[in-house]
């Protein structure tokens, strides 16, 4: 998570998620349309609940949106509101058209909501309601339905709104009530556009209305929500289904036909968090169909007002929504129908919810703004919304990879182009502006994994600079290493670690977490060596395997760890803070982990030396040598004792997403069982349909994607082509590779709904006996058929020496040369 401590604008105290048991389960009313696809029957889109975790932290974007679409539509609330709407009984201020979705930070986006009123109270316009805390209106609980590329809510004033969505552009449908407002006889709709955003961060902005077409348009300067810098957006609004009445502009809670355009600046009294409300309405006449319906197409654009109003023309000429609203059932159906589930008899349809659920919230980021960069022209695709990587690497573009790798091809050439213009690739990126680095620089690690896995279909990505980008992140500290690359180089260079105070005049950034920033450099490097090592740069794999080592500097071999009541945990040797003179600080090992406190764990200036985790956390991190850190640790049984230990105590923490690949490391120590059981205490337990259904922020659908990726039974150890192989949680599963059109399947012989067949007995691959504990993605790429039979017991399946996937110290590529 990208939590939740914002350097630049946050006011409230950090807290840790809170935990509720709200067990409502949802009921939802979805419209079917025959099936087309797979053997799961019922068409997978029934199966997709967007409401799941818009409660409790998980800050799920459950609006109207295409996959990796720019617009997304959704009511927004006054709580809880990264994802623009919340369950949290909060009010309806607006409805808006693009969000991001699960961010710890600030709310993001949310720019220029329209909303709709019935009339104003005694026909007099300054009897309706114009600032946001004004006009804030509960709405109807039971109203609210949400299914891919289609939202809709009704207010308590008995207005129903409902929205669908192209790539740029939101259509809403306002129905009002068949009652005139007080003091008038007819009804005469009021529709407003307010220049403000979700975090309140406009920095200036400028509306003008048309007296005769009620077009409202504009555009708005302002801040991204965890960054730095500001971002200029564009807006066009067009109606249809009622006669214009009036228009005019408003600011505060008055309004005036007249003038028909105004701008706001920061007056440097008001400014915010009081930003002065201002924007401009169209006030109608009834509308002209009998179900009182007004559209409102809103098209957005980051370069100009005029190509707002093109992309809205172009995308949506005729104001059909239900012909919108197909479209965009149908993209869904083309990017989630790649997936064909059986689920088995027995299998509860929730863990069918849960499943779509999640693959759908792992294609919402990143956002598709190819043809909308005022930054640079360039003919290459432009994605934004990498937020951020530090989440995304581990199991969204892993994801994504396999779901859809058209995308995962355009998303890497966006990161390399960003290289090109901005001389960095990206951790974390939002609205167009720099988002903060949250330990090391993860982009190194997405292209890593693509490389190994996709590269024979990446038309168009040029890995000669995408290695130049990734050396570029190990050999050169940027001035400002907060938002971009790595600080403390000179250190990793010349001392092997990033010492706790350490001395660097080179660039500027937080100096904290050098525990994790040190691990994740180190696995940063060997990244780098991997692609190094295929690409022919042999001194320069030899130089980064040897970097991905220095995890070790810093593993205190001594230091034990108690709880704070004093208990012993029985377990020595863990990563501890080391001094720049290279004598040994201290930090509590269980300090950052939810059964000792939180405090200060973000980026904040008086953070600690772990990044919102544990040192018992990052100890577990060295994902390219598990054999030599198991080794280290006192061996596999130890290993698996403390692994379970992580899980048992309260240390961890599975709403964060360093905690994915701890539930599979038993795989290293040759005890894959002990994995598929581990992912069974997580799921459905803290992974469910409720509302509250996901244990932290989804950030950008990371929870989504581990949960889909467990179910699959195919976990990727991120950066590496290994995947780990588990029972997929239904009896078999199909995925189309989108490019080679090749089909993987795997299926479970013996499978239970109970899940009590939990364990690997023996597996064939096409056929063939196969005991490898892992496979690599040639599988999703030229297909297979992959079989597992299961049965009660633990067996020795997955278990030897040669059975375990790949460790830096015991692989090919390491042979133990490179250790220290
Ligand atoms: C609204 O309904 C949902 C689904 O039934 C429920 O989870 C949520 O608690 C309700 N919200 C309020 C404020 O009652
Ligand atoms: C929502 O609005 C209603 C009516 O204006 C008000 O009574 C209520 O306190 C508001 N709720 C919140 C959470 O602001
Ligand atoms: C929306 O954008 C995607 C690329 O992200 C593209 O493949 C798709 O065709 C676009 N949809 C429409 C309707 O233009
Ligand atoms: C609005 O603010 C942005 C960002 O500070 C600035 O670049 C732009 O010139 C301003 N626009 C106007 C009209 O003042
Ligand atoms: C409003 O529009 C008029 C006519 O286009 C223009 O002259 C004026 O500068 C605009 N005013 C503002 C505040 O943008
Ligand atoms: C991109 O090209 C257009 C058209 O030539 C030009 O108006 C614009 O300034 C260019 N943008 C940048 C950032 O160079
Ligand atoms: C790839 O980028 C390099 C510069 O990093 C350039 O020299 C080379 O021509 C590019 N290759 C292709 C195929 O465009
Ligand atoms: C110490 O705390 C742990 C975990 O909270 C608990 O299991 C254990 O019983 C406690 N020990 C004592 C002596 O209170
Ligand atoms: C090393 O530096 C630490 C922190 O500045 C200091 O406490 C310690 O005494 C130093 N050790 C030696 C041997 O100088
Ligand atoms: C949490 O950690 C901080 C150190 O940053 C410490 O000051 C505080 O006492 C701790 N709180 C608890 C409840 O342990
Ligand atoms: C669903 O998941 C949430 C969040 O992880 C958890 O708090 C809740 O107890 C779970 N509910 C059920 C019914 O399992
Ligand atoms: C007092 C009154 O009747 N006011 C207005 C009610 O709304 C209609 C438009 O729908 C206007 O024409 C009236 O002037």
């Given at each position: 998570?990208?939590?939740?401590?914002?350097?630049?604008?946050?006011?409230?105290?950090?807290?840790?998620?809170?935990?509720?048991?709200?067990?409502?389960?949802?009921?939802?009313?979805?419209?079917?349309?025959?099936?087309?696809?797979?053997?799961?029957?019922?068409?997978?889109?029934?199966?997709?609940?967007?409401?799941?975790?818009?409660?409790?932290?998980?800050?799920?974007?459950?609006?109207?949106?295409?996959?990796?679409?720019?617009?997304?539509?959704?009511?927004?609330?006054?709580?809880?509101?990264?994802?623009?709407?919340?369950?949290?009984?909060?009010?309806?201020?607006?409805?808006?058209?693009?969000?991001?979705?699960?961010?710890?930070?600030?709310?993001?986006?949310?720019?220029?909501?329209?909303?709709?009123?019935?009339?104003?109270?005694?026909?007099?316009?300054?009897?309706?309601?114009?600032?946001?805390?004004?006009?804030?209106?509960?709405?109807?609980?039971?109203?609210?339905?949400?299914?891919?590329?289609?939202?809709?809510?009704?207010?308590?004033?008995?207005?129903?709104?409902?929205?669908?969505?192209?790539?740029?552009?939101?259509?809403?449908?306002?129905?009002?009530?068949?009652?005139?407002?007080?003091?008038?006889?007819?009804?005469?709709?009021?529709?407003?556009?307010?220049?403000?955003?979700?975090?309140?961060?406009?920095?200036?902005?400028?509306?003008?209305?048309?007296?005769?077409?009620?077009?409202?348009?504009?555009?708005?300067?302002?801040?991204?929500?965890?960054?730095?810098?500001?971002?200029?957006?564009?807006?066009?609004?067009?109606?249809?289904?009622?006669?214009?009445?009036?228009?005019?502009?408003?600011?505060?809670?008055?309004?005036?036909?007249?003038?028909?355009?105004?701008?706001?600046?920061?007056?440097?009294?008001?400014?915010?968090?009081?930003?002065?409300?201002?924007?401009?309405?169209?006030?109608?006449?009834?509308?002209?169909?009998?179900?009182?319906?007004?559209?409102?197409?809103?098209?957005?654009?980051?370069?100009?007002?005029?190509?707002?109003?093109?992309?809205?023309?172009?995308?949506?000429?005729?104001?059909?929504?239900?012909?919108?609203?197909?479209?965009?059932?149908?993209?869904?159906?083309?990017?989630?129908?790649?997936?064909?589930?059986?689920?088995?008899?027995?299998?509860?349809?929730?863990?069918?919810?849960?499943?779509?659920?999640?693959?759908?919230?792992?294609?919402?980021?990143?956002?598709?703004?190819?043809?909308?960069?005022?930054?640079?022209?360039?003919?290459?695709?432009?994605?934004?919304?990498?937020?951020?990587?530090?989440?995304?690497?581990?199991?969204?573009?892993?994801?994504?990879?396999?779901?859809?790798?058209?995308?995962?091809?355009?998303?890497?050439?966006?990161?390399?182009?960003?290289?090109?213009?901005?001389?960095?690739?990206?951790?974390?990126?939002?609205?167009?502006?720099?988002?903060?680095?949250?330990?090391?620089?993860?982009?190194d690690i997405?292209l890593a994994?693509?490389y190994l896995?996709?590269?024979?279909?990446?038309?168009?990505?040029?890995?000669?600079?995408?290695y130049?980008?990734v050396v570029?992140d190990a050999?050169?500290?940027?001035?400002?290493?907060?938002?971009?690359?790595?600080?403390?180089?000179?250190?990793?260079?010349?001392?092997?670690?990033?010492?706790?105070?350490?001395?660097?005049?080179?660039?500027?950034?937080?100096?904290?977490?050098?525990?994790?920033?040190?691990?994740?450099y180190a696995y940063d490097d060997f990244c780098i060596a991997e692609m190094a090592h295929d690409l022919g740069h042999a001194a320069d794999a030899h130089k980064y395997y040897s970097r991905s080592t220095y995890?070790?500097?810093?593993?205190?071999?001594?230091?034990?760890?108690?709880?704070?009541?004093?208990?012993?945990?029985?377990?020595?040797?863990?990563?501890?803070?080391?001094?720049?003179?290279?004598?040994?600080?201290?930090?509590?090992?269980?300090?950052?982990?939810?059964?000792?406190?939180?405090?200060?764990?973000?980026?904040?200036?008086?953070?600690?030396?772990?990044?919102?985790?544990?040192?018992?956390?990052?100890?577990?991190?060295?994902?390219h040598d598990?054999?030599?850190?198991?080794?280290?640790?006192?061996?596999?049984?130890?290993?698996?004792?403390?692994?379970?230990?992580?899980?048992?105590?309260?240390?961890?923490?599975?709403?964060?997403?360093?905690?994915?690949?701890?539930?599979?490391?038993?795989?290293?120590?040759?005890?894959?069982?002990?994995?598929?059981?581990?992912?069974?205490?997580?799921?459905?337990?803290?992974?469910?349909?409720?509302?509250?259904?996901?244990?932290?922020?989804?950030?950008?659908?990371?929870?989504?994607?581990?949960?889909?990726?467990?179910?699959?039974?195919?976990?990727?150890?991120?950066g590496q082509?290994?995947?780990?192989?588990?029972?997929?949680?239904?009896?078999?599963?199909?995925?189309?590779?989108?490019?080679?059109?090749?089909?993987?399947?795997?299926?479970?012989?013996?499978?239970?709904?109970?899940?009590?067949?939990?364990?690997?007995?023996?597996?064939?691959?096409?056929?063939?006996?196969?005991?490898?504990?892992?496979?690599?993605?040639?599988?999703?790429?030229?297909?297979?058929?992959?079989?597992?039979?299961?049965?009660?017991?633990?067996?020795?399946?997955?278990?030897?020496?040669?059975?375990?996937?790949?460790?830096l110290?015991?692989g090919?590529r390491g042979m133990?040369v490179y250790?220290?």
């Amino acid at each position: 998570m990208q939590d939740r401590f914002h350097p630049q604008t946050r006011k409230e105290t950090p807290t840790m998620p809170l935990y509720t048991t709200l067990t409502t389960l949802l009921t939802l009313t979805l419209t079917l349309t025959p099936s087309t696809l797979g053997q799961s029957g019922p068409n997978i889109l029934s199966f997709v609940d967007p409401l799941i975790g818009t409660v409790n932290g998980g800050h799920v974007f459950p609006g109207a949106t295409l996959p990796f679409g720019m617009a997304k539509a959704v009511a927004d609330v006054n709580g809880e509101n990264q994802g623009g709407f919340a369950s949290d009984g909060s009010n309806v201020t607006g409805f808006s058209h693009m969000h991001d979705s699960g961010t710890g930070g600030s709310p993001s986006l949310g720019n220029f909501p329209l909303f709709p009123q019935t009339g104003c109270p005694g026909d007099i316009l300054d009897n309706c309601l114009f600032p946001e805390e004004n006009r804030a209106t509960p709405y109807i609980n039971s109203s609210v339905q949400a299914s891919p590329g289609y939202f809709a809510i009704e207010l308590a004033t008995n207005i129903k709104a409902e929205m669908t969505v192209t790539n740029h552009t939101a259509l809403y449908r306002f129905s009002f009530p068949n009652t005139p407002t007080e003091g008038n006889a007819t009804l005469s709709p009021l529709i407003l556009a307010d220049l403000i955003d979700l975090p309140h961060s406009r920095i200036n902005g400028s509306v003008s209305v048309d007296a005769n077409t009620g077009r409202i348009s504009g555009t708005g300067s302002f801040n991204p929500s965890f960054g730095i810098g500001s971002y200029t957006l564009h807006f066009c609004a067009d109606f249809h289904g009622a006669a214009v009445r009036d228009t005019g502009v408003f600011m505060n809670n008055r309004a005036g036909t007249e003038p028909k355009n105004l701008s706001v600046v920061q007056d440097g009294v008001n400014n915010s968090p009081e930003i002065l409300p201002a924007g401009a309405w169209t006030r109608f006449h009834a509308p002209n169909g009998s179900d009182n319906a007004i559209l409102a197409r809103v098209g957005v654009s980051f370069i100009s007002v005029d190509q707002a109003c093109h992309n809205a023309e172009s995308e949506i000429p005729g104001f059909d929504f239900e012909a919108v609203h197909t479209a965009a059932r149908e993209a869904w159906t083309d990017t989630l129908g790649v997936v064909e589930v059986t689920p088995g008899p027995g299998v509860n349809s929730s863990l069918q919810t849960v499943f779509w659920s999640g693959l759908y919230r792992a294609s919402l980021s990143p956002q598709d703004y190819t043809g909308e960069n005022p930054l640079w022209n360039s003919t290459e695709p432009y994605y934004d919304s990498f937020y951020c990587i530090w989440d995304s690497f581990r199991s969204i573009h892993t994801m994504i990879t396999i779901l859809d790798p058209v995308s995962q091809v355009r998303m890497l050439r966006s990161l390399i182009d960003i290289y090109r213009h901005e001389g960095w690739l990206p951790d974390c990126r939002m609205s167009l502006c720099k988002g903060f680095t949250q330990g090391g620089s993860n982009a190194d690690i997405v292209l890593a994994d693509s490389y190994l896995k996709i590269k024979s279909i990446s038309d168009g990505v040029n890995w000669t600079t995408a290695y130049e980008a990734v050396v570029h992140d190990a050999e050169v500290e940027p001035e400002n290493w907060s938002v971009q690359g790595r600080g403390g180089l000179h250190s990793w260079k010349n001392l092997h670690y990033i010492p706790t105070d350490d001395y660097d005049p080179y660039g500027v950034g937080p100096f904290t977490r050098s525990i994790s920033r040190t691990v994740e450099y180190a696995y940063d490097d060997f990244c780098i060596a991997e692609m190094a090592h295929d690409l022919g740069h042999a001194a320069d794999a030899h130089k980064y395997y040897s970097r991905s080592t220095y995890w070790h500097n810093m593993f205190l071999p001594s230091q034990t760890s108690s709880l704070h009541n004093n208990t012993d945990t029985g377990f020595t040797g863990f990563l501890q803070p080391r001094f720049p003179n290279t004598t040994w600080g201290y930090q509590n090992p269980i300090f950052c982990s939810p059964l000792l406190n939180f405090t200060s764990c973000y980026l904040n200036p008086d953070g600690h030396e772990t990044y919102e985790g544990s040192a018992w956390l990052y100890t577990t991190f060295v994902p390219h040598d598990m054999a030599t850190l198991i080794t280290t640790l006192g061996g596999p049984e130890t290993f698996v004792t403390r692994l379970d230990y992580l899980h048992e105590s309260g240390l961890l923490y599975i709403g964060d997403e360093q905690a994915f690949l701890p539930v599979y490391q038993y795989h290293y120590a040759g005890r894959p069982a002990k994995s598929a059981l581990r992912a069974h205490t997580y799921i459905p337990a803290l992974f469910n349909t409720t509302r509250v259904g996901i244990p932290g922020n989804d950030d950008s659908g990371a929870m989504g994607s581990f949960v889909a990726l467990a179910m699959l039974g195919l976990f990727p150890n991120p950066g590496q082509d290994v995947y780990l192989i588990t029972p997929p949680f239904f009896q078999e599963w199909r995925i189309t590779n989108k490019v080679t059109g090749k089909v993987a399947v795997v299926r479970n012989l013996n499978f239970d709904a109970r899940y009590e067949n939990l364990f690997i007995q023996s597996a064939r691959l096409d056929g063939e006996v196969y005991t490898r504990n892992w496979i690599g993605h040639d599988f999703f790429l030229y297909g297979g058929v992959l079989e597992l039979v299961l049965g009660r017991n633990e067996s020795s399946w997955g278990t030897r020496a040669e059975d375990l996937p790949p460790s830096l110290s015991t692989g090919e590529r390491g042979m133990g040369v490179y250790g220290w």
